[in-house]
């Protein structure tokens, strides 16, 4: 199973998230860590409250929550930095 993750702390990844949402039919999926999820396919699409860096485990943790192997995790950070600021 391939996993899409979002951290709550990156707008930018949420926007990226929402778009993902409306351009398919997701399946709402079980929750992972009380925040909803989406599959497609052999695709997931979630959100975690912490930045990704900070996420430690995070494939062993997707592994037992969906009884899912993990064969690749794409967290959707963003660098991009507004020229503001």
């Known amino acids: 199973m391939r996993f899409l993750v979002a951290s709550e702390g990156d707008e930018a990844g949420l926007r990226q998230r929402e778009e993902l949402l409306r351009l398919a039919s997701w399946t709402r999926e079980e929750p992972f860590g009380g925040r909803e999820a989406w599959r497609i396919r052999d695709m997931i699409l979630l959100t975690i409250p912490e930045v990704h860096l ?32």
């Open 54 to 85: 900070y996420r430690d485990h995070l494939d062993r943790d997707l592994e037992s929550s969906f009884d899912e192997q993990v064969d690749l995790v794409v967290r959707r950070p963003s660098f991009h930095r507004h020229r503001d600021g």
